[in-house]
Antibody, heavy 117, light 110 residues
């Protein structure tokens, strides 16, 4: 079973761009069809952000679609999230996960991103 | 898309059974057999406990079971144990090829 690890800056300036990477280990990123990003604001529920297929196709949450880009790098076995024009409402723990079949089988440990100046 | 509706909290004594509901629409729970449930302990990543409405992943206790009636899915935990105290989240695939999560339920073991 693959393991996932999120990485990226823990703090982002308002109106800036949040950028995170999810490293896939223990197997090829091509071994699963879909790879997702999910976030959880402090004390709140989970919110699906979007997913990328190993071919590069994407699906996004309609409420975030205008600000989100998810991409995949099969050569280096990772996929990425970019969220632009961030505000305090984007402060959350961000998780990466597998999302084929469709369900979220494997999760990363999560990384807290705070939007603050 | 709106979040699926779950009760904020459910509690029970050890050994009892509890049920958590998750209400959606005809565009998600009511239309697909792709409802899943996740257990999340504080500070940890969610863990899949039920998928495809009723199926349990390997290694998950058979005290966890899932069902659905119309636009409402349910997670039942039987023989409640102290380690079951956690947050539980439902999720459904939708008609526009997206996922939607529930509002989350805190389970307390009295």
């Amino acid at each position: 079973q693959v393991q996932l690890q999120e990485s990226g800056p823990g703090q982002v300036t308002p109106s800036g761009t949040l950028s995170l990477t999810c490293d896939v280990s223990g197997g090829s990123i091509s071994s699963h069809d879909w790879w997702s990003w999910v976030r959880q604001p402090p004390g709140k529920g989970l919110e699906w952000i979007g997913e990328v297929f190993h071919s590069g196709s994407t699906n996004y949450n309609p409420s975030l679609k205008s600000r989100v880009t998810i991409s995949i790098d099969k050569s280096n076995n990772y996929f990425s999230l970019k969220l632009n024009s961030v505000t305090a409402a984007d402060t959350a723990v961000y998780f990466c996960a597998t999302s084929g079949d469709p369900r979220f089988d494997t999760w990363g440990q999560g990384t807290l991103v705070t939007v603050s100046s | 898309q709106s979040a699926l509706t779950q009760p904020a909290s459910v509690s029970g004594s050890p050994g009892q059974s509890i049920t958590i509901s998750c209400t959606g629409t005809s565009s998600d729970i009511g239309d697909y057999n792709y409802v899943s449930w996740y257990q999340q302990h504080p500070g940890k990543a969610p863990k899949l406990v039920i998928y495809d409405v009723t199926k349990r992943p390997s290694g998950v206790s058979d005290r966890f079971s899932g069902s659905r009636s119309g636009k409402t899915a349910s997670l039942t935990i039987s023989g409640l144990q102290p380690e079951d105290e956690a947050d539980y989240h439902c999720s459904s695939y939708t008609s526009i090829s997206t996922f939607v999560f529930g509002t989350g339920t805190k389970v307390t073991v009295l």
